[in-house]
């Protein structure tokens, strides 16, 4: 219970239309390192994959950092996502 379809086969789907590579890239590096350098990918596309799978540190995580560098250009993408 509370497992994602992917880990219960073992893969794992990407979806061309909602995961691009360079996110889905430093997303496995969290994953893997419990660390992630928000200045090398979009935040906003970070956070939908971290809520897409479940990750809810990484959510926290990203969501500080939009919550830190909101302006004019990207308030209104960040609020889309929201």
């Not at 219960?8 to 979806?15: A, F, Q, R, T, Y």
């Not at 935040?43 to 897409?52: C, E, G, M, N, R």
């Not at 540190?57 to 919550?67: D, T």
Request: glycine letters at 4%; hydrophobic letters at 40%; proline letters at 4%.
């Amino acid at each position: 219970p509370g497992r994602t379809r992917e880990g219960n086969e073992d893969e794992v789907h990407l979806d061309p239309e909602s995961d691009d590579a360079d996110t889905f890239r430093v997303f496995l590096t969290y994953l893997y390192t419990d660390t992630v350098d928000m200045r090398s990918v979009d935040v906003v596309h970070l956070l939908a994959a971290a809520d897409k799978y479940g990750i809810p540190r990484l959510i926290a995580l990203c969501e500080v950092e939009l919550s830190m560098n909101v302006t004019i250009e990207n308030a209104t993408e960040t609020m889309r996502m929201a």
